[in-house]
């Protein structure tokens, strides 16, 4: 292993790490707010910080000062370097689209946040006075329509055009860019200026709490086992996002004067890190130095999620029996059964994914989503048997017996404080997001989008294409790791809407739910997989054509299903608020004036 390879691995290694952490921080926070919000209290969102004007100027002014820089850099280096006609006609060719859209997209959605804060405020001027008898809706569904319009007319720029067409967009972004972001730090008030900060200090204090409170250790304990139970707990969860691939492979190209061979590639150096090839094919050949964005390329792949996740009953199981307490020894032997029953189910749940993947690594199984179908919509039945069975091992509600308080107070970490303790509760959340990696990477599509392969965006049905536009390497690059993070966080979101929504199990149901029922459903899916593979692979082309143009309509499916979300979550956004609390108090005064309580047979 050269240097680079060694810096780049570092690299890798800290994203993953920087990213499991923090967002299990940003979960706790949620999980919060989804607790204050069903019990209808108003939660961690009233700490506020009082800023000086000139620092909320300064805050609100250098994005997007930042962002029209961006903007416009493509421009002035082309007109300082004189840049060869040919690749600026390429680099114009994939700018223009993107630099006209997001011309449109900081057009409407400045006015949108104008007119917001217009309609909750007092108007400055006329124009915000006339702006302010603007629906919000209304800007939002004409900012969609120009989106469509200005697709059309930069779809009609001839060749010779297409130049002075970029730089235009790319100047009109960044002017819009400069001045919202002047005209809003107008706005920012003199004087001290109170910011809500929505709840986040409340992570960065319950960090600080648990750092400085006190370390307690039961007299009777077993200290060494004591304090080595907390970091099996998290040490697993950590390391089993090691294999998960989190976006496209870097090309790096070599120097262009030395000599190359495909057996036998110039060493990896630093001069390669500047380098990154320009376009690439859609089969993804790289003449010089590939690195997966993967911290490890094993080729066991799932089985070494299986063993490693399989490690964190250790953990449970230790700080039950060292804890020297009768409520701990019960939440760790829950824990040890419950996660060893389960791991049989989630094991076989995936065989039929297997099967069908052909491959137990992680990165030719999101290729070949990306190529075919995601996988929720090859193996729906195993989606849900894996999801159950994932929930089970990470000890989510409806699965958290092991921690049940209302039964054994808190579980195998009732005798924990401070660090360790917050080790025990980083390392659910780290599992809950190690967890939603892993459903993301077999069942939706992994760091792969529709139809946005390695040379581009692409939109063909079978044999035909509708729209193909090239696109740089690095930009492929991006949006594929900001495509994964994005559904990691979406999927941890959707299991944390779990805890509020589904009571807990008895324990006998749990055990009963693994055994009688997860286990024969994912065997019944193993043999229908095996049988339904069997069955295409001895039909002729004429099956395998339909099966492929299915599996393109799901992919335009998918699509237009993140581009109704976004509607639905504008569209939601921007309606009224209107709250109604059904209940006013649990006093019996109020009981008694709102109709007074129903006595059941059981009552006197």
């Not at 104008?114 to 006339?130: F, I, K, P």
């Not at 092991?402 to 080790?423: D, L, R, T």
């Not at 029922?517 to 994912?522: A, E, H, V």
Request: charged share 15%; aromatic share 10%; hydrophobic share 55%.
């Amino acid at each position: 292993m050269t240097s680079v390879e060694l810096f780049l691995a570092i690299v890798k290694i800290l994203i993953v790490i920087l990213f499991l952490l923090n967002t299990a921080a940003i979960a706790t926070w949620a999980d919060r707010r989804q607790s204050a919000m069903v019990q209808d209290r108003v939660g961690p969102n009233r700490a506020m910080v009082s800023l000086p004007s000139w620092v909320v100027r300064l805050i609100v002014l250098l994005p997007p000062s930042i962002l029209g820089a961006i903007a416009v850099m493509p421009l002035v280096r082309g007109l300082i370097n004189g840049i060869p006609n040919g690749i600026r006609l390429d680099m114009a060719v994939q700018t223009l689209p993107i630099c006209a859209q997001l011309a449109v997209f900081v057009a409407w959605f400045s006015l949108l946040v104008l007119c917001g804060t217009v309609r909750r405020g007092e108007a400055l001027n006329g124009a915000e006075a006339a702006l302010k008898g603007i629906e919000p809706r209304s800007i939002f569904y004409g900012g969609v329509a120009v989106h469509a319009l200005a697709f059309v007319l930069i779809s009609a720029v001839p060749d010779s055009a297409v130049v002075l067409g970029a730089e235009i967009a790319g100047g009109v972004l960044a002017l819009l860019l400069f001045l919202s972001g002047i005209y809003t730090a107008s706005r920012v008030p003199d004087g001290p200026v109170a910011i809500r900060l929505a709840g986040l200090l409340h992570a960065a204090a319950d960090a600080m709490k648990m750092i400085w409170k006190e370390d307690f250790i039961p007299p009777k304990g077993d200290k060494l086992l004591h304090s080595l139970a907390p970091m099996l707990a998290l040490l697993p969860a950590l390391v089993t996002f090691a294999v998960i691939p989190f976006g496209e492979s870097m090309c790096f190209m070599s120097d262009p004067t030395k000599p190359f061979n495909v057996a036998n590639p110039p060493p990896f150096e630093w001069a390669d890190l500047g380098r990154v090839a320009h376009i690439m094919n859609h089969e993804g050949f790289c003449r010089g130095h590939l690195v997966n964005l993967q911290v490890a390329d094993l080729n066991v792949g799932l089985l070494y999620i299986f063993a490693m996740a399989g490690t964190g009953v250790i953990g449970a199981a230790l700080a039950g029996w060292a804890s020297d307490n009768k409520f701990s020894l019960l939440g760790g032997l829950r824990a040890a059964s419950q996660m060893v029953s389960y791991e049989v189910a989630m094991g076989i749940s995936l065989i039929g994914v297997l099967m069908t993947y052909g491959s137990i690594q992680l990165r030719p199984m999101v290729e070949w989503q990306s190529e075919n179908a995601w996988g929720i919509f090859v193996q729906p039945f195993a989606f849900v048997l894996f999801l159950t069975a994932l929930a089970a091992e990470c000890k989510r509600v409806p699965f958290d017996q092991p921690e049940g308080e209302s039964e054994i107070v808190a579980g195998y970490f009732v005798e924990y404080s401070g660090m360790k303790w917050g080790m025990f509760m980083t390392g659910e959340y780290v599992e809950l997001m190690t967890s939603s990696a892993i459903l993301v990477t077999i069942f939706f599509g992994g760091y792969a989008l529709p139809f946005l392969h390695r040379d581009g965006l692409n939109i063909a049905f079978g044999d035909t294409v509708f729209y193909a536009y090239k696109m740089t390497h690095i930009s492929v690059v991006v949006i594929s790791a900001l495509a994964f993070f994005g559904k990691t966080i979406f999927m941890t979101f959707i299991q944390i809407f779990f805890r509020w929504t589904l009571p807990r199990f008895r324990y006998d149901q749990l055990m009963k739910l693994g055994w009688t029922k997860l286990l024969p459903l994912s065997i019944a899916n193993m043999m229908v997989t095996g049988v339904v593979l069997l069955a295409f692979q001895g039909a002729g082309p004429g099956v395998t054509g339909a099966l492929k143009i299915a599996a393109d309509i799901t992919q335009g499916v998918v699509a237009l299903s993140f581009a109704a979300g976004f509607v639905a979550l504008v569209v939601g956004l921007l309606e009224p608020v209107e709250r109604k609390r059904f209940i006013k108090s649990t006093t019996a005064r109020f009981a008694v004036a709102a109709g007074g309580t129903k006595a059941s047979i059981r009552q006197a």
